[in-house]
T-cell receptor, first 112, second 114 residues
Framework: QQQVRQSPQSLTVWEGETAILNCSYEDSTFDYFPWYWQFPRESPALLIAIRPVSNKKEDGRFTIFFNKREKKLSLHITDSQPGDSATYFCAANDSGYNKLTFGKGTVLLVSP | DPKIIQKPKYLVAVTGSEKILICEQYLGHNAMYWYRQSAKKPLEFMFSYSYQKLMDNQTASSRFQPQSSKKNHLDLQITALKPDDSATYFC?????????????FGKGTRLTVV
């Protein structure tokens, strides 16, 4: 049973557009949701994270929108740049454990 | 300078053999982890250690054995290797204390079992 689901599997946007990556989860005990990005042949790196006390977290062009009732969140990337092309992983964590459960990822391609 | 050092970067092993993947971190973290990533599966949690003690084990097979000789070391011994073990193995670390502490990943060891 997959605890964290991501959609779409892949996404292509034009430079300057807004990319929207979706994530949903099953376990109500999850209380920390980081997004990681991974470039080819690199390790995952933390991009931005949110906790359920907030329904929005913004960091520059990257914004997480969180809906606790529906157990859904989304990552919005505004003014997408070719350098944003990467695989984006939504993850979830049960407080106190730091055992991250990852989704399968969304491969984003930003075309110039 | 990389703060989480994994060795080797690439590893080719014969089916049935045994290998040890090395990990050292210099971030001053007390918690260390192993994750696995393959073409078939997303990033998959394997083990977590806190203050050199095993906290969580999500690996069904006993062929995978973490070894912590020092606070900042967490090696991974894999015995009786199978082709299905082919994957990139990431070592990671964080501060303890929960509440969404950032987990940092090493650059990984890419294991190929032939």
């Amino acid at each position: 049973q997959q605890q964290v689901r991501q959609s779409p599997q892949s996404l292509t946007v034009w430079e300057g557009e807004t990319a929207i990556l979706n994530c949903s989860y099953e376990d109500s005990t999850f209380d920390y949701f980081p997004w990681y990005w991974q470039f080819p042949r690199e390790s995952p790196a933390l991009l931005i994270a949110i906790r359920p006390v907030s329904n929005k977290k913004e960091d520059g062009r990257f914004t997480i929108f969180f809906n606790k009732r529906e157990k859904k969140l989304s990552l919005h990337i505004t003014d997408s740049q070719p350098g944003d092309s990467a695989t984006y992983f939504c993850a979830a964590n049960d407080s106190g454990y730091n055992k991250l459960t990852f989704g399968k990822g969304t491969v984003l391609l930003v075309s110039p | 300078d990389p703060k989480i050092i994994q060795k080797p970067k690439y590893l080719v092993a014969v089916t049935g053999s045994e290998k040890i993947l090395i990990c050292e971190q210099y971030l001053g973290h007390n918690a260390m982890y192993w994750y696995r990533q393959s073409a078939k599966k997303p990033l998959e949690f394997m083990f977590s250690y806190s203050y050199q003690k095993l906290m969580d084990n999500q690996t069904a097979s006993s062929r995978f054995q973490p070894q912590s000789s020092k606070k900042n070391h967490l090696d991974l011994q894999i015995t009786a290797l199978k082709p299905d073990d082919s994957a990139t193995y990431f070592c990671a670390s964080s501060h303890t204390g929960g509440e969404g502490t950032e987990v940092f990943f090493g650059k990984g060891t890419r294991l190929t079992v032939v």
